[in-house]
C-alpha cells in the first residue's frame, strides 16, 4: 500500500504541474490575444501554438524548418466520403490558405482549401471538412454546417502505432527465438533484460491481483497493455522520427485501451461482481436506490480515470519538457540554455521513469479491476 | 478543446494495431516465452528440491555411517576387552599351572634328593660299618701278634664292658 500511497502522491504531483503548465500557456495565449489586434513589430515567439502543435496530431510529420519551408513529411490522407480517397497531405499543406471571418467573434481565421485531388476538402486546425460551395462555416471557433468527414488518414499518430507496434513486435519476436532455440535456460541478451518485466506483469500485476487460479489467462493481454504502453511512451520521448509524437497522450488512444480494460473487466465478470452491484451485502435495502447507481456509474469512471491518468501524465511530460526549452526562444538569449537544458534534461530523465511507471499503473490498475471482476464470494 | 475530444480515425487504427497485436503476441510471444518461463521455474524448483532432498538424505546417511561407526568401534571395544580377559585369564593360568608342575617338580626333586641322602646315609653307614670291621681286623690282627697285647687287649675290652 506504501508503494502505490507513493505513486499516487507522484501522480498528483505531475497532475499539480501539469495544470500550473497550463495556466502558463494560458497567459501566453492571452498576452498574444492582446497583441494581435495591434500590428506586431516583431514576431512573438508562439510557446502555446508550438507546444499544441508537438503534442496533437498532425497530417505531416513535421521534421525541422518553418512552418512551410521546412523539411517535412506528408502523411498519406484517407477519407470515406462516398467511397475511399487516398492522397498526399501535401494537398493541403500546399493548398490555398483561405482568411474568413468568425460568425460570432467576427474575428480573422484561417483555413487551408485542399488542391488536386484535395480539392472540396478544407483542413481547418488538423480536421478535415468538406466545404459546401468552396466554403466553410466558423461559428465561435468551431465549424459549423460543413460535414466533417470520416478521416482514416495515416496520421503522425497512426505513423507512430505502426512504428511501436512493429518494435514491439522486432524486439519480442527475437526473445521469443531466445527461449525457442535454447529452450529453459537463463535468459541471455534481450531476453536476459525484457524477462525480468515479463515475470513481473506475470507475478506482481496478474497474480497478486487476480488470484492463483485465475490469472492465467489475462497475462497476454496484461503483457500487451504493459508493453504497448511502456514502448510507446518511450517511443515518444525520443524527439527524433521514430519517437516525438504524443499518442500514448492522446485521448483516443487511452480511451480505447481503458474500453478495452472496460470489456475485459465485464466479460470477466461473475454473479458475485453484479451482486456486488445490485445488492451490495452489508447494506441496508433502503439505500440501494443510492447505492446502485453509485455503483453503476463506478464500472464507468474505473477505466475513466485510467483513460485520463495515462492521457494527463503523457501529455503533460510532453508539454513540460517544450516549456522548458521553450525558455529559450521566449527570452531569445542562448544563455538561458543553462538553465533551461538541465531542467528540460531532469524532466526528460523522469520521464523515463513516468513512461515505465503509467505502463506499469494502467496494467496494474486492469489488473486490479480484472481481479475485482472474477472473485468469488468468501 | 480538441485535445480532449477523441478522433475516430485514430480510435479506429489504434484499435485494429492494438488487437493485431494482441493476437500475434498471445499467439506466437507470450506463449512459447511464458511456458519457457515456466518451465524453467519448473526446473528450478525441482532441482531444489532434489538438492534439499538428496541433503536430507546424506544427512541420514551420514548418520548411519556415524552409527556403522560407533557400533563398530563398540564391537571393537568389546572384543578387544575380550581378548584382553582371555589373555589375562591363559596368563593367570598358566601361572597357576605353572606354579603347580614347579612345585610338582619341585616335590619331585625332594623326594628324590631325601632318597638320594638316606641312600647315600645308607652307603655311608655301611661303608662306615666296612671301615669299621675293618680297622677293627686291622687293630685286632696287629693286637694279637704277641700274647702281651692280647691279654692287654682283652683286659681293656674287659674294661669297657666292664665300664659299660
Request: glycine share 6%; hydrophobic share 50%.
Amino acid at each position: 500500500m506504501v508503494h502505490s500511497k507513493a505513486l499516487f502522491k507522484l501522480q498528483k504531483s505531475f497532475i499539480l504541474t501539469f495544470l500550473s503548465i497550463l495556466c502558463f500557456n494560458m497567459v501566453f495565449a492571452s498576452s498574444n490575444g492582446g497583441h494581435s489586434t495591434e500590428p506586431v513589430k516583431e514576431k512573438e515567439f508562439d510557446v502555446n501554438g508550438m507546444i499544441m502543435h508537438h503534442i496533437k496530431d498532425a497530417h505531416e510529420w513535421h521534421l525541422w524548418g518553418s512552418e512551410h519551408n521546412g523539411t517535412t513529411i506528408y502523411l498519406p490522407i484517407i477519407l470515406i466520403d462516398g467511397g475511399i480517397k487516398t492522397f498526399s497531405s501535401a494537398y493541403f499543406y500546399h493548398g490555398k490558405i483561405v482568411t474568413i471571418k468568425d460568425e460570432k467573434t467576427g474575428d480573422l481565421t484561417e483555413f487551408i482549401s485542399g488542391v488536386g485531388p484535395a480539392k472540396g476538402y478544407a483542413m481547418y486546425h488538423e480536421k478535415l471538412y468538406k466545404l459546401s460551395n468552396g466554403n466553410l462555416t466558423i461559428n465561435d471557433g468551431h465549424v459549423h454546417g460543413n460535414s466533417k468527414v470520416l478521416d482514416f488518414s495515416i496520421t503522425k499518430n497512426v505513423l507512430s502505432l505502426f512504428m511501436g507496434a512493429f518494435f514491439i513486435l522486432v524486439i519480442m519476436s527475437s526473445v521469443a527465438r531466445f527461449y525457442k532455440k535454447n529452450g529453459a535456460v537463463a535468459p541471455k541478451g534481450l531476453a536476459k533484460f525484457l524477462e525480468p518485466l515479463i515475470v513481473m506483469v506475470r507475478d506482481d500485476v496478474a497474480k497478486s491481483n487476480i488470484g492463483e487460479h485465475k490469472y492465467k489467462k489475462y497475462v497476454p493481454y496484461l503483457l500487451t497493455i504493459f508493453f504497448f504502453i511502456f514502448f510507446n511512451n518511450l517511443l515518444g520521448l525520443i524527439p527524433i522520427l521514430p519517437g516525438g509524437a504524443n499518442l500514448t497522450g492522446n485521448i483516443s488512444v487511452t480511451l480505447f485501451l481503458a474500453v478495452c480494460t472496460l470489456l475485459v473487466t465485464l466479460f470477466s465478470s461473475n454473479k458475485n461482481y453484479w451482486k456486488h452491484i445490485f445488492a451490495t451485502p452489508g447494506v441496508p435495502v433502503a439505500l440501494l436506490p443510492i447505492m446502485i447507481p453509485i455503483e453503476m456509474v463506478g464500472i464507468l469512471t474505473k477505466p475513466f480515470a485510467l483513460m485520463i491518468r495515462l492521457f494527463a501524465n503523457m501529455t503533460a511530460g510532453h508539454i513540460i519538457v517544450l516549456a522548458l526549452v521553450s525558455i529559450i526562444f521566449i527570452n531569445k538569449n542562448v544563455a538561458w540554455g543553462a538553465l533551461s537544458v538541465p531542467m528540460a534534461l531532469f524532466i526528460s530523465v523522469l520521464e523515463l521513469l513516468v513512461a515505465f511507471l503509467q505502463a506499469y499503473l494502467f496494467a496494474m490498475l486492469s489488473a486490479l479491476f480484472i481481479g475485482g471482476a472474477v472473485e468469488e464470494h468468501h | 478543446m480538441d485535445l480532449i475530444l477523441p478522433e475516430f480515425g485514430l480510435l479506429f487504427w489504434t484499435g485494429l494495431v492494438f488487437i493485431c497485436l494482441l493476437f500475434v503476441l498471445t499467439k506466437f510471444i507470450w506463449k512459447p516465452i511464458l511456458s519457457s518461463v515456466n518451465e524453467r521455474e519448473q526446473k528450478i524448483t525441482e532441482a531444489l528440491e532434489l538438492a534439499d532432498k538428496t541433503k536430507a538424505e546424506m544427512k541420514t546417511m551420514q548418520a548411519e555411517n556415524q552409527n556403522l561407526l560407533k557400533e563398530a568401534r563398540a564391537e571393537r571395544d568389546a572384543i578387544v576387552k575380550d581378548a584382553k580377559e582371555i589373555a589375562t585369564r591363559m596368563v593367570e593360568d598358566a601361572k597357576v599351572s605353572a606354579k603347580l608342575e614347579a612345585e610338582k617338580i619341585a616335590e619331585a626333586a625332594r623326594l628324590t634328593v631325601a632318597a638320594e641322602r638316606n641312600e647315600a646315609i645308607a652307603d655311608l653307614k655301611n661303608q662306615v660299618a666296612i671301615f669299621s670291621i675293618e680297622i677293627a681286623e686291622k687293630i685286632v690282627r696287629a693286637d694279637l701278634t704277641s700274647d702281651e697285647k692280647q691279654k692287654a687287649l682283652a683286659e681293656k675290652m674287659a674294661g669297657d664292658i666292664n665300664l659299660n
